[in-house]
């Protein structure tokens, strides 16, 4: 009888058996090529196509800017800050009520553009937006 040279039955196993690991592995793979497919096509959809193009001022649109100095214009003419709530009033009540086009130069304070539009949330213009600049192509 010598020691070490056989093998006892009821000896532990020091290493891990990758097999099944292995074969878990593959049939996930599997399952996860065929699958992958089916999900992707599952939901066709037509995109909508974006234009660059300027937009145009439609006659019913209100262009209202708000200059650097801070005055505001009512389409291109100039408004006292005491006539901004009375003239957004009156558009409010019409139907359809026009769209509300602001425009602010980067250069003036926040505040003048949050109380135009406060001013046009206080008279009901629900329809309020903004103007900007593209960028210049390279």
């Known amino acids: 009888m010598a020691f070490g040279t056989q093998d006892e039955p009821d000896e532990v196993m020091n290493e891990i058996n990758m097999t099944p690991l292995v074969d878990v592995m ?14 992707k096509h599952a939901v066709n959809i037509d995109l909508p196509q974006a234009t660059s193009e300027p937009e145009q001022t439609k006659p019913q649109n209100i262009l209202f800017t708000v200059a650097a100095d801070g005055s505001y214009y009512w389409n291109e003419n100039k408004v006292d800050d005491s006539a ?6 009156a558009e409010a009540a019409k139907t359809p009520q026009p769209e509300l086009h ?14 135009a539009m406060s001013a046009a949330r ?12 593209p960028n210049p192509s390279n």
């Open 26 to 39: 593959l049939v996930l793979l599997i399952i996860f090529i065929i699958t992958v497919p089916v999900m």
């Open 84 to 89: 901004v709530p009375a003239l957004l009033a």
């Open 102 to 115: 602001i425009r602010g130069d980067k250069a003036v304070r926040y505040e003048r553009v949050a109380k």
């Open 122 to 133: 206080e008279a009901g213009v629900r329809k309020i937006g903004f103007i900007t600049e």
